[in-house]
């Protein structure tokens, strides 16, 4: 009976090995799809990619971003400010502004008992070591009772939040759980003077989530114009 061991895990390991190739067949294909249909380009970690796979396009505005997915064996990562999972996906675009900073992050319910301003005392010398100007930041209460149920918003200029935090634009961020494959995660924006960027606590691995995602990261750059 000892032979049957090593056998039965040679099985597990070819199962294991062929639904890999599959799961990549089928991310190329759809990533190559959702490129074509929208004029992006792909790439995938065979390709050079930094990550799982990457897509690259032009806002209307003619700002270029990235929308990189990795995942906990990637072998590049970024300073992940939102998330400390290493399986994420992340949208970027360099900008160009003076307006401040803004950082909309997911309420955790195990704070509930406690105001904004009391979480941003807990947080500030996480952001200061991080680099972040965190003595600038203040608390933004919208008057949107879903957004304060479901986000906490910082901000170095209460100016730049009410510019993004408009019920057009962030009907999409609060849409997110409907398409969503995790209905667990919503989407963290960081917008700096030089970046904005959306951050998802999984890997992306759906055309119309990462249309969404895209569609997000153009509206706030468009915001900003």
């Known amino acids: 009976m000892g032979y049957l061991v090593p056998i039965i895990m040679l099985l597990g390991l070819g199962m294991m090995a062929y639904f890999m190739m599959k ?7 759809w990533l190559k799809e959702v490129s ?3 004029g992006w380009l792909s790439k995938t970690k065979s390709d050079g990619a930094p990550g799982v796979y990457q897509l690259s396009g032009t806002s209307k505005q003619g700002k270029k971003w990235e929308l990189n997915a990795f995942s906990r064996s990637s072998a590049e990562d970024r300073n992940v400010i939102l998330h400390h999972s290493r399986e994420y996906t992340e949208w970027t675009c360099p900008i160009t502004h003076s307006i401040g900073e803004l950082l909309v992050m997911p309420r955790d319910p195990s704070w509930k008992s406690f105001s ?4 941003l005392g807990f947080i500030k010398p996480v952001w200061k070591a991080m680099g972040l100007p965190a003595d600038q930041f203040h608390a933004f209460l919208s008057t949107n009772q879903e957004i304060e149920n479901k ?3 910082y901000t170095t200029n209460q100016d ?7 019920e057009e634009l962030f009907k999409h961020v609060l849409n997110w759980q409907e398409i969503s494959s995790d209905k667990k995660t919503l989407v963290n924006i960081r917008i700096s003077s030089k970046e904005t ?6 890997l992306i691995n759906k055309p119309e989530e990462v249309e969404k995602l ?4 153009e509206k706030i750059i468009e915001s900003l114009q």
Not at 116 to 119: A, C, M, N, S
């Open 214 to 217: 895209v569609t997000i990261g």
């Open 160 to 166: 730049l939040a009410m510019l993004i935090i408009q």
């Open 23 to 29: 799961g990549n067949k089928q991310q190329t294909t």
């Open 36 to 38: 074509k249909s929208h």
């Open 151 to 153: 986000y906490m918003i």
């Open 197 to 202: 960027s959306l951050q998802l606590g999984y």
């Open 116 to 119: 904004d301003d009391q979480i």
